[in-house]
């Protein structure tokens, strides 16, 4: 197993290639059969001398023909499904769904990821097993999906601004209103001073109105880091303000005010 | 804990949070070693750790991803 050095992490770096499993654009496809990427005949050897034997066997399947490959994609898609529908079971309770949409997201997810894993398949490094790095892609899928479906039921309008419901968002205690009427009043001055428009939307959007970031992404017809980096910069930005009126400490996270 | 202090840590962002992109794009090799020595996956990946605590979906990803190798591998064992 390799790993890349502390490093090479920053939030601050441009990444050029999107996650696996993320296209918003791809409508859903429920099917077994799929075309596999040809296999690059000269799959780098450092590969494939890392990769366990397990791995290997998947990789060479897949990427193989006839018999063997359709067996390797049928088996694939087995699991995928099955992990789709542990996934969307885990994620139920905060869901509006109910079981035969469940299954049907779970479906759409194994079989949408199944097409991104088989055309993928010269991206695997062996740097984790195969139906780890497999599996990745069917979650992510299913976290779009879901996001997806928000918009079809949406509980909540994406500009709402209704700030009483804040002390709700923070789970705080309904008997400190007091308190919260001086919070929401210095946070709401905040966000309107030193946010961008985009940003403020954004904030709104997830703090206020409750949207999903992955709902809201798709919404806005972007990704799902372009949101965290707004948000990222709009906490930022809104906490160095409050601190510099004196709301909240300059180096730590204890509280001055109340 | 007061509504300032839940404010607060809501504001509060870690320099080293790698953002979601690096954080997806890691996630199957930070779950294993998650799985096979908790301790060397905070200290190689804190980046991912710091982003994944404060990113709910990609957190929620973490779990699921968690949870599936968790349950295949207790599948092997059986």
Same mark, same amino acid.
């Given at each position: 197993?390799?790993?890349?050095?502390?490093?090479?992490?920053?939030?601050?770096?441009?990444?050029?290639?999107?996650?696996?499993?993320?296209?918003?654009?791809?409508?859903?496809?429920?099917?077994?059969?799929?075309?596999?990427?040809?296999?690059?005949?000269?799959?780098?050897?450092?590969?494939?001398?890392?990769?366990?034997?397990?791995?290997?066997?998947?990789?060479?399947?897949?990427?193989?023909?006839?018999?063997?490959?359709?067996?390797?994609?049928?088996?694939?898609?087995?699991?995928?499904?099955?992990?789709?529908?542990?996934?969307?079971?885990?994620?139920?309770?905060?869901?509006?769904?109910?079981?035969?949409?469940?299954?049907?997201?779970?479906?759409?997810?194994?079989?949408?990821?199944?097409?991104?894993?088989?055309?993928?398949?010269?991206?695997?490094?062996?740097?984790?097993?195969?139906?780890?790095?497999?599996?990745?892609?069917?979650?992510?899928?299913?976290?779009?999906?879901?996001?997806?479906?928000?918009?079809?039921?949406?509980?909540?309008?994406?500009?709402?601004?209704?700030?009483?419901?804040?002390?709700?968002?923070?789970?705080?205690?309904?008997?400190?209103?007091?308190?919260?009427?001086?919070?929401?009043?210095?946070?709401?001055?905040?966000?309107?001073?030193?946010?961008?428009?985009?940003?403020?939307?954004?904030?709104?959007?997830?703090?206020?109105?409750?949207?999903?970031?992955?709902?809201?992404?798709?919404?806005?017809?972007?990704?799902?880091?372009?949101?965290?980096?707004?948000?990222?910069?709009?906490?930022?930005?809104?906490?160095?303000?409050?601190?510099?009126?004196?709301?909240?400490?300059?180096?730590?996270?204890?509280?001055?005010?109340? | #804990?007061?509504?300032?202090?839940?404010?607060?840590?809501?504001?509060?962002? =870690? /320099? !080293?949070?790698?953002?979601?992109?690096? +954080? #997806?794009?890691?996630?199957?090799?930070?779950?294993?070693?998650?799985?096979? =020595? /908790? !301790?060397?996956?905070?200290?190689?990946? +804190?980046?991912?750790?710091?982003?994944?605590?404060?990113?709910?979906?990609?957190?929620?990803?973490?779990?699921?991803?968690?949870?599936?190798?968790?349950?295949?591998?207790?599948?092997?064992?059986?």
């Amino acid at each position: 197993m390799s790993y890349l050095p502390r490093e090479e992490l920053s939030f601050q770096e441009p990444v050029a290639a999107p996650a696996p499993g993320r296209d918003p654009a791809r409508a859903p496809v429920r099917i077994l059969a799929v075309r596999c990427a040809t296999p690059a005949p000269d799959r780098p050897t450092s590969t494939d001398e890392k990769l366990d034997r397990e791995s290997a066997e998947w990789l060479r399947s897949l990427a193989g023909a006839g018999a063997p490959k359709e067996a390797a994609v049928a088996r694939l898609h087995e699991l995928l499904l099955k992990v789709a529908r542990a996934e969307v079971n885990r994620r139920r309770s905060r869901l509006r769904l109910a079981g035969p949409e469940l299954d049907d997201l779970a479906h759409q997810a194994a079989a949408d990821s199944l097409m991104a894993i088989t055309g993928k398949l010269d991206d695997f490094r062996g740097e984790s097993r195969f139906t780890t790095w497999a599996y990745k892609f069917v979650i992510l899928e299913v976290s779009t999906k879901i996001g997806r479906h928000f918009w079809r039921h949406p509980t909540v309008a994406m500009g709402a601004e209704d700030w009483e419901r804040l002390p709700d968002r923070f789970g705080l205690d309904p008997a400190g209103k007091a308190e919260w009427q001086d919070l929401i009043a210095a946070l709401r001055r905040a966000v309107d001073d030193v946010l961008s428009d985009h940003q403020r939307r954004i904030f709104v959007a997830i703090v206020i109105a409750g949207v999903p970031v992955e709902s809201l992404a798709l919404e806005l017809a972007s990704n799902r880091n372009a949101i965290y980096k707004t948000m990222f910069d709009a906490r930022r930005k809104i906490r160095a303000e409050l601190a510099a009126k004196g709301y909240l400490d300059t180096r730590t996270a204890t509280v001055r005010h109340g | #804990m007061t509504g300032w202090d839940a404010l607060d840590r809501f504001l509060d962002v =870690d /320099p !080293e949070d790698v953002g979601c992109e690096k +954080a #997806m794009a890691l996630l199957h090799i930070y779950v294993e070693l998650v799985r096979a =020595d /908790p !301790e060397t996956a905070t200290e190689r990946y +804190a980046g991912v750790e710091a982003h994944l605590r404060a990113c709910g979906p990609c957190g929620e990803d973490f779990e699921g991803l968690l949870s599936a190798v968790s349950a295949e591998q207790r599948q092997n064992v059986v």
